[in-house]
C-alpha cells in the first residue's frame, strides 16, 4: 500500500494517512496560522493539541468565532461509538473540547452512539453497546466537564429528542447520498442507513451555532448535515478535525478500542501499561544499541514519541528535548518509553481516582430522558 | 392498463386489482372454507367480512388458531398512517379488529405512523402527521375497543420503546431486501428506508404470537418482518388482509384522504355525506331510467352498492335483495344511493358522538411514554 493509498471513513481507517492529501479529498480547510492567532487572541493561550497540528483541518471555525464576537456563542458537540472501553486515543477529542468549554464558556453535549455500534458490529447487542455507554460516560465526566453546561446523550436512552431531529435530517437524505459519502452499498443494513441523521441530530438541539471537536474520520456524516441544514432552515455545524491516534503498533490506522494490544485502557493497572508500552510500542529505534548511539533513532516513527506529542507531553521544550536526544541517539529507545509509561501512569493514577467519583455524578449529567 | 396491470405497495395502488393474482404475487394464502369454518367454530359465527371475502387472504392464521386452542393467546396488531383526517374505509380493519378482540379476549396494539407518512409525503411536516395522528386516534377509539386491553402508539412520542425493537429489526434488513419488496430506489430518503423497521416493531411488543388484520397493501412490511423473526429469535407475526375499499369514483385505486372527492370523512355532515355520494359514487346505472328498468344495472361494480357489501349491510338477506333488484332494474340508482346515505348518516351520527367522547378517553388509551 503505498502512502496514496489511504481509506478514512467513520467505520475503517486504514494506510498511511497523508493529511494534507486527505484535507483535499475531504475539501476541508487547513488550520492556518492566522486562525491560530485569531483564537489565541480570544482564549489568551493555545491548547498544545492546536500548536503541534493534533487539530489540524477545519470547517467555519471563523464562522464561529464571528458570531461569538458578536455575542452568539455556540455549543460544542462530540461524541464516541462505545463498541468497547475508552482506550487513551479516545480522550484526545474531550481533553480539547474540556479545554473550548473552559475558554469559551459553552455547553456541551457528548453523544454516545450505542444504536451504531450496534448496527455496524455483528457481535455487538444492543445491550453490550449500552454497557460500554455507560462505562466511557464515565472517562468522559473525569475529565473535569462542567455538570451545570454538560449533558450526555445515549442514543437508544435519549431517542425521544433525537428522533424527530433525525426525521427532519433523514427525510432530506436519500440511498444515493450515503453511498457517495460512505461507500455503503446493497447489503448495508437499514439502521446503519438511517444512523446518520441520528448523528446529525445533536447538531440542531439547541438553536445556536454548534461547533464539533472530531476525529477526521468522522468528517463525512457531518458533510451530510451540512448539505442538509439550510434546507431544514438550520446553521451548518462548524468542525475542527484531530488526526487519528496510531496504535500502539505504528501507524498504518487508528487505535482500536477492540484491539487489546494495541490499545492501553482508561482502566488499565501501571503494570500493564507498562507491560503494553514496552511490548508492543513500535520503536523508531535501531536495531541494537550501538547502531542508535551512532545513528540515532527517528521519533517521527517512534509511537512512544507520538504519544508524548499528541497528549502525554504539553511542555513544548521538554518535548524539543526528548525529541533531539532520540534523533542524535544519546537517547535510547527503552528511556523513551520509560519516560511514556511514567506519563501515562500518572495521567492514569488521577484519571481513575475521578472516573470512580464519576459514577456518583452520572446522572447529573445524563440528558433528562423525557 | 389492462387487468393484469395493477401495483399494489403501501405507498401506492393503482390498477384494478386481480386479488386471485395478488394472492399469487405476495404469496399469500387464500382464506378457504375450512379456515372459516374452523373461525366459526371457535367465535360461534363468522364476521360478515368473513362471510363476504372482504378479508380474503392470510399468512399463518392456522398457527395462530393452533396456539390459541392450546392456551396460548394471540396479541392484535393494526395501524393507520396519519397523512389526513379518517375516511370510512379506514375503518373496515378497525371494525373486524374490534370483532377479532371481543371475540378471542386478546390484547390489541394500535400503531399511528406520524413517522412514516412525514417520510413519504413531500408537503407535511412531522406536527402535521403527528396532528392527523391525534384525530385518527379519536375515530379507532370510538368503535368501542376495551380501554383495559388495547394501547395507541404514536411513533414519535412512543419512540422509546419502539426504536430498540425496530433496531434489532434493521439489523437484518439490507437496502436489497427494502428494494425487493417496495421498489426503493437510490433517491428513497434515508427515513423511508429505515422506517419497514418501525412499522415492525409493534409485532415485537409482547412476547406472544401476533395477528395482524390489514389492508393488503401493507403485507410488504410483514413480509420482511416474518424473513427476520426467526434471525431474533422471536415468532412470524400471522396477517389476515383485507381488499382495497375503492374510492367514491369506481375502481382503480384505493380511496385516499387526501381525495377530498373521492372520500368520505368520519366528521363528515349529512348533508355533505348526501351531496359526495349523489355527485360523486360511481354507478353501475344504465344512461337513462327506462334502459335501467329495462337491462338493469351492475351491482358489482356499482360503488354504493360495494360499501353496502362491504361495510354498511351486514345482513346478507338485505344485501341480497338489493343486488338482485337493482341487477334487475326494479332499483333505480338513486334508491341505491339514497339506502347508502341513509346508512351511512345513520353509523356517522352514532360514530361522531362516540368520537366526541373519545376526547376524554385519549389519555387511557396512549401507551405510556416511559
Redesign the interface.
Known sequence: MSSDDFIVTPWHVEGEIDYDKLIKRFGTEKISNQLLDRIEKITGELHFMLRRGIFFSHRDMNFILNEYEKGNKFFLYTGRGPSGHTHIGHLVPWVFAKWLQDKFGTNMYFQLTD?EK??SKQNLS?EDTKKFALENALDFIALGFKPEKTKIIID??N??TL??IA??V??????????AVFG????????M??Y??MQSAPCFIEDKPVLIPLGVDQDPHFRLTRDVAPKIGKLKPALIHNIMIPALQGPGGKMSASDENGTVYTTDTPEIVKKKIIKYAFSGGRPDIEEHRNKGGNPDIDVSFQYLRIFFEPDDNKLKQIYEDYKSGKMLTGELKSILIEKINGFLSVHQEKREKAKDQLDKFLLD??
Chains 1, 2 share one sequence.
Not at 170 to 179: E, G, H, M, P
Not at 184 to 191: C, D, K, L, M
Open positions: 444504536d450496534f448496527y444492543l437508544s436512552d431517542i425521544n428522533y424527530p426525521a427532519k433523514a427525510k432530506k437524505i436519500n440511498f444515493s447520498n450515503t453511498k455503503f452499498s446493497n447489503e448495508t443494513n437499514i439502521g442507513i438511517f446518520t441523521a430522558n423525557s
